[in-house]
């Protein structure tokens, strides 16, 4: 429709302008007429060829959308359509990038969930095996508590691997809002200890604590704590009976300070670069665990604008550095 527009509009410009020219001369009339038809002609290639392009661009924008990546945009770079090409390379670029990220989240939420139901059959087993030895009425009272401390233990691991994949999965989702409070590092040292402190003393092993004055930082006491809790919990469970866990604590002009070093094995320097990876288990150091407890330490620690890292000291065991800084860096 626009095309016999534009053609209408053309051929009634050039008869306003033949006509009078056939009062005056036929040459002059002749010329007119030429120059009209070769305007037109030229006009009509133009539009044809940036037509052309256009819907060439369109073609590469379908294809994009049905995922495509083999798409190029260097012949435009040049013309009036450089910059609308230019935009929707950009364009197609974010998408890539969201794209690869979307496959990303969905991979891992696929491992994560096989890896969350392969952690919760092997304890949901067992506490079936148990319920039904339970049944029995031959048990003893000793072996029914026993039975019972069990089903506790089994039950207990399993609340805490879904509330700690809850509580990532809400950090990850910029669900929570960490508390700016001012944190003693005493209180939370103490308070962490406290919570860790029966299952310590059922392993054989000490915690011992050395605080210097007590240096403060800001931040969420609630969560801060769930951190060191599960680092104390690593720490105790790969420090052996007759060993310790020694937590220190002290401040400086920039940072304030926590460590937490044990007795144990120490950690393989090949695990090193991955021991916060989230649900990463080798076949040493994270053998016995789910491998969300240092990511979740993790997690929490940076996100209060801190550092935590791991490292081996000497003659033997494993050491985490925890830092709060006072201003960011």
């Known amino acids: ?10 051929a009634l410009l050039t008869a306003a302008l033949v006509i009078p020219c056939l009062f005056f001369s036929i040459p002059c009339t002749v010329m007119v007429t030429v120059t009209s038809a070769v305007f037109f002609v ?3 290639l133009l539009f044809a060829q940036r037509r052309s392009k256009v819907m060439k661009l369109c073609d590469n924008i379908d294809r994009i959308l049905r995922s495509d990546d083999l798409i190029s945009f260097d012949e435009y770079k040049e013309g009036e359509l450089s910059v609308l090409s230019a935009e929707i390379h950009k364009m197609t670029i974010r998408l890539r990038e969201q794209n690869a990220e979307l496959k990303n989240e969905k991979q891992f939420a696929k491992e994560a969930l096989e890896d969350i139901s392969h952690q919760l059959r092997t304890p949901l087993t067992s506490v079936m095996m148990i319920l039904g030895l339970m049944r ?14 069990d089903l506790y233990e089994l039950l207990a691991r399993m609340k805490w691997l879904i509330e700690t994949m809850l509580s990532l999965s809400r950090i990850d989702a910029d669900a929570v809002k960490f508390a700016k409070d001012a944190v003693s590092c005493r209180e939370l040292i103490e ?4 919570m860790v402190s029966v299952m310590a003393e059922l ?3 000490e915690i011992r604590t050395k605080i210097n004055e007590d240096p403060e930082f800001i931040g969420d006491m609630h ?9 104390l919990k690593n720490a105790i469970e790969h420090t052996p009976e007759g060993g310790t866990v020694t937590v220190t604590a002290n401040g400086s002009n920039i940072s304030s300070n926590i460590t937490i070093a044990d007795t144990g094995e120490g950690i393989p320097e090949k695990e090193l ?5 989230r649900f990463y288990r080798s076949s040493e150091y994270t053998k016995n665990g789910f491998g969300i407890g240092l990511a979740f330490a993790k997690k ?4 209060q604008d801190g550092s935590l890292k791991a490292a081996n000291h000497k003659p033997h065991g494993a050491m985490f550095d925890i830092h709060f800084y006072k201003t960011t860096i």
């Open 223 to 231: 969560y801060t704590s769930e951190a060191i809790v599960n680092l």
């Open 136 to 149: 029995s009425s031959d048990l003893t009272d000793t072996e029914r508590v026993e039975y019972l401390r």
């Open 42 to 44: 030229f006009y009509e």
């Open 191 to 194: 308070k962490s200890v406290e």
């Open 300 to 303: 929490v620690i940076s996100a």
């Open 1 to 10: 429709m626009r095309d016999k527009k534009r053609r209408l509009i053309h």
């Open 273 to 277: 670069p991955h021991i916060f990876e």
């Open 203 to 205: 392993k054989g092993v």
